[in-house]
């Protein structure tokens, strides 16, 4: 028979080992519960999480024809309707071939080109909500198109160079100083790029001295695999003009498609960069078989179907890739539409045609 001494130790080992088990098991319990909970949040949000592609950050908005004078900032608005968050604000200068001024910021440009003017712009669009791209551009007189623009004398493309960065510095000032969200330094330049990219290097050292947001560069589509210069830069910026050949009468599929090589080949540049494809800009003008390339002969008959089919084509190609950062179409004005260089018929703007919807439809889906 066990002494009272024995009984109570043998009963203090019992109890403590049946409050081990227990706390045990509330310790066992609450890791479950915890692990419960984790993998209904996972679930939860696996299941609410936006489809591959569909990513909020993406950039979606117009390419902005910069005004003569000065708007009515209401002028947004209807941007906003559509679903845009974003504009690109494009301050134009001005070379001539074979020459190496570069002229900017003067009285005789547009108040949208002028620092006051896209400076104000760049302002109201922010006010307004939405992101902004500072995008210069250069029209090459008596050329228009920047990609064909060339110096072949070494020392004559640095002084060239360095007239072109006075004015890119001066835009990179304005970027820093207004928040601009993305700053696309250059566009299109695709024979200079090419052949001075230390002239083009040593001038992203000075933007990013100034500008500590993320930077691309415009090239345009047939030209963004031979440049090196994107290893410097956040995103591969394209201006996506890339002629879509279809058989009549064309409709979305075929567009479709037609993108497939292309689209491709972005897919595998991307993965070799490690960079997302933004389109700088894209579009197309409301013309017969526009998305043949417009600087192809393509009539002046006006068919804004097209146009809308084109861009139904892209979204519907491109969205669902998570590589595709998004783009800016080309373009909107901000003014009237009826001046002499906005060709409101059969131009690129889907501004009062049927490309709205589809623009609508996507941006707000």
């Not at 070379?95 to 006051?116: A, H, K, L, M, Y």
């Not at 139904?312 to 179409?329: H, N, Q």
């Amino acid at each position: 028979m066990s002494s009272p001494r024995q009984m109570m130790n043998n009963l203090a080992l019992t109890t403590g080992r049946s409050c081990h088990i227990a706390g045990e098991r509330i310790r066992f319990e609450t890791m479950i519960a915890r692990l419960t909970a984790l993998a209904l949040l996972w679930i939860f949000s696996a299941l609410s999480a936006a489809p591959p592609g569909l990513t909020e950050d993406r950039v979606e908005g117009f390419n902005l024809e910069a005004p003569p004078a000065a708007f009515d900032p209401a002028e947004f608005d209807r941007i906003r309707e559509l679903g845009a968050e974003w504009v690109s604000v494009i301050p134009y200068a001005f070379s001539v071939p074979g020459q190496t001024e570069v002229w900017f910021n003067s009285e005789r440009q547009w108040w949208g080109e002028t620092v006051e003017g896209y400076t104000q712009t760049i302002r109201w669009a922010h006010e307004k909500g939405l992101k902004v791209m500072l995008k210069p551009q250069i029209w090459i007189r008596n050329q228009g198109w920047a990609g064909d623009f060339m110096i072949d004398d070494p020392q004559e493309a640095r002084e060239w160079m360095q007239n072109y960065g006075r004015y890119i510095l001066q835009c990179a000032r304005v970027a820093r100083d207004e928040g601009v969200e993305l700053f696309c330094f250059s566009t299109e330049f695709r024979k200079m790029v090419e052949n001075y990219p230390q002239l083009w290097n040593a001038l992203i050292d000075d933007i990013k001295v100034i500008y500590k947001g993320p930077l691309t560069y415009a090239a345009n589509w047939d030209s963004y695999r031979n440049l090196s210069i994107w290893s410097r830069l956040d995103y591969i910026g394209i201006d996506a003009y890339f002629p879509l050949e279809t058989s009549d009468p064309p409709d979305v599929q075929k567009i479709m498609n037609a993108w497939l090589p292309w689209k491709k080949e972005m897919k595998k540049f991307a993965a070799k960069t490690g960079k997302a494809v933004l389109f700088t800009e894209y579009g197309y003008k409301s013309v017969k078989n526009s998305h043949h390339g417009h600087w192809k002969e393509l009539g002046n008959v006006p068919d804004e179907h097209i146009q809308a089919m084109s861009y139904e084509a892209l979204f519907r190609t491109f969205y669902p890739e998570p590589w595709w950062k998004g783009g800016l179409a080309w373009k909107w004005f901000l003014h009237d539409l009826d001046h002499r260089w906005a060709n409101r018929k059969t131009g690129f703007s889907p501004q009062g045609k049927a490309s709205e919807e589809v623009l609508k439809k996507w941006w707000l889906r």
